[in-house]
């Protein structure tokens, strides 16, 4: 796919998606780590129903802490590995205590070595709190860059890769959120919604469901 046909296809994504945001509520960059955290093969839906009790209930790493591990269980039990996000989540607010003021790292590394944390939570909220250029490649955006041609690989860090190197730098700020909605609502796993996707005539799938 040539420089070209990639600076059409996020010209016309971001046209189709005007407000390209994370779909996690959120107020603060901490609030935002723990939704990213929870999400953790679960859906955005499910963890924000658990954030809408948790958060005005405890939303900073000190008020988390006291809730201690059992007490944050009762808020997220309805999510998946609820008793394993819980430990990790005690365990990263008091490395934000100790190390960081309590505040979240603006910061790659930092935010890796925090508990339940890998480069893709790392990158997404570098993305989404911090407003850096970064993509995480989740298993959306890995389906739609191979699907269309946009960054071929065959692990998340190759397609994060050459999605790095190749998107537009005019839509590289978006891109991450621009590809995970395109990704979730219309180049969905099981039937691409190729009929309705405004980008079908420039995308290299070659079992495009046009019905």
């Known amino acids: 796919m040539n420089n070209q046909t990639r600076l059409a296809i996020f010209d016309r994504l971001a046209a189709a998606i005007p407000d390209p945001t994370t779909e996690l509520n959120y107020n603060t960059p901490f609030e935002l780590l723990i939704a990213v955290v929870l999400s953790a093969q679960a859906t955005d839906k499910g963890v924000n129903k658990a954030t809408a009790k948790l958060f005005p209930v405890a939303n900073t790493p000190r008020a988390i802490l006291a809730l201690g591990e059992e007490g944050l269980k009762e808020y997220i ?3 998946g590995l609820f008793n394993s996000k819980a430990a990790n989540i005690i365990k990263l607010c008091e490395t934000l205590l100790n190390k960081h003021h309590g505040e979240v790292p603006r910061d790659r590394a930092a935010l890796e070595a ?14 989404t709190a911090f407003g850096e250029p970064t993509i995480a490649v989740d298993t959306h955006i890995f389906r ?10 065959k692990n998340v860090l190759e397609v994060e890769k050459k999605l ?4 537009p730098k005019q839509h590289k700020q978006d891109a ?5 909605l395109h990704g979730r609502y219309t180049c969905i796993a099981r039937k691409p919604r190729c009929g309705s996707c405004c980008i079908s005539d420039l995308c290299e799938f070659r079992e495009k469901n046009l019905a």
């Open 77 to 79: 039990k309805t999510i």
């Open 164 to 167: 790095d190197k190749t998107v």
């Open 114 to 127: 925090l508990a339940g944390v890998g480069r893709k939570t790392a990158n997404v909220i570098l993305n």
């Open 144 to 153: 739609v860059a191979n699907r269309t041609g946009l960054a071929q690989g």
């Open 176 to 180: 991450h959120h621009l590809l995970i």
